[in-house]
């Protein structure tokens, strides 16, 4: 089993810039696929950045240019950089790793299968 523990959410108004931190409880993302997804209230969950086994990202079309996504190996961590934060960015963004049973989602260019995620880390955009 693998726990995976995001941080970095809080309210930001229009413009700002955020922070997410993804910290697994041992070392799945160095030959894995993995993503950031967001869930807003009355909406679907979508996949808002991936970066594959080779290093490739992939990002949605809504955050391209204004998401960064990246891993830090040696810390078991991956990160979402979000700048030019817009309201419609507001939702509960979680990040998700291979696991036992996964599930298949396309984010951009990348089809992954997902089976751990995260509790999730509030983000609030506000104008």
């Known amino acids: 089993q693998v726990q995976l523990v995001e941080s970095g959410g809080g309210s930001v108004q229009a413009g700002g810039s955020l922070r997410l931190s993804c910290t697994a409880s041992?070392?799945?993302?160095?030959?894995?696929?993995v993503a950031w997804f967001r869930q807003a209230p009355g909406k679907e969950r979508e996949g808002v950045a991936a970066?594959?086994?080779?290093?490739?990202?992939s990002y949605a079309d809504s955050v391209k240019g204004r998401f960064t996504i990246s891993r830090d190996n040696a810390k078991n961590t991956l990160y979402l950089q979000m700048n030019n934060l817009k309201p419609e960015d507001t939702a509960m963004y979680y990040c998700?790793?291979?696991?036992?049973?996964?599930?298949?989602?396309?984010?951009?260019?990348?089809?992954?299968?997902?089976?751990?995620w995260g509790q999730g880390t509030q983000v609030t955009v506000f104008s």
């Open positions: 970066v594959g086994v080779t290093g490739s990202t």
């Open positions: 041992r070392n799945i993302f160095r030959s894995a696929c």
């Open positions: 998700a790793a291979p696991g036992p049973q996964n599930s298949a989602a396309t984010i951009g260019t990348l089809t992954c299968a997902f089976g751990y």
